[in-house]
T-cell receptor, first 113, second 114 residues
């Protein structure tokens, strides 16, 4: 079975400080992993994806994530938070065809000025 | 940047009524999906659709649900007889290639069943 666990439901950081959003996955096979972001009243926007190529993945807006198979983790990081980063972040896993995505419960990021 | 468009953004319906949620996927995309998120819960897969037929569906997607691509641009989700527990945010998504490379999601339709 496939699943993801987002370890923090809420994260609060000060503007200009690093961001770390944690995600652990469970998968029987080689997964594809994604981070999506949802701003209020907006759709789910793809931040970055891992599909079995480089384990360090760079995404939009300065975010990156590292796939660590030994730790079954795919944590999202950003060196310096910006006010516009405040949103809900979802870690997602899928297999093979990707017909079905498995979402984490989401992490709400607050950025304090 | 191309978008997936969903209409309406919010729909209120009475229990037992039929409702159709509409989506316009990105024009060159071939794979289509519906997901839903009940308030406070995870985003859940409903159905995937390719080549005019359902590829996969979840246990949630029972006989009350159906999907259709009535023309070359729209992709619809129909709920025949709505229940209170169908109240949720419904997301449409599409992808050019198989979904393991990522989808583009719409901004959702919030369905409220009263």
């Amino acid at each position: 079975a496939q699943s993801v666990t987002q370890l923090d439901s809420h994260v609060s950081v000060s503007e200009g400080t690093p961001v770390l959003l944690r995600c652990n996955y469970s998968s029987s096979y080689s997964p594809s992993l994604f981070w999506y972001v949802q701003h209020p009243n907006k759709g789910l926007q793809l931040l970055l994806k891992y599909t079995s190529a480089a384990t360090l993945v760079k995404g939009i807006n300065g975010f990156e994530a590292e796939f660590k198979k030994s730790e079954t983790s795919f944590h999202l990081t950003k060196p310096s938070a910006h006010m516009s980063d405040a949103a809900e972040y979802f870690c997602v896993v899928t297999l093979n065809t990707g017909n079905q995505f498995y979402f984490g419960t989401g992490t709400s990021l607050t950025v304090i000025p | 940047e191309p978008e997936v468009t969903q209409t309406p953004s919010h729909q209120v319906t009475q229990m037992g009524q039929e409702v159709i949620l509409r989506c316009v996927p990105i024009s060159n995309h071939l794979y289509f999906y519906w997901y839903r998120q009940i308030l406070g819960q995870k985003v859940e897969f409903l159905v995937s659709f390719y080549n005019n037929e359902i590829s996969e569906k979840s246990e949630i997607f029972d006989d009350q649900f159906s999907v259709e691509r009535p023309d070359g641009s729209n992709f619809t989700l129909k709920i025949r007889s709505t229940k209170l527990e169908d109240s949720a945010m419904y997301f449409c998504a599409s992808s050019e290639n198989i979904g393991r490379y990522g989808y583009t999601f719409g901004s959702g339709t919030r369905l409220t069943v009263v």
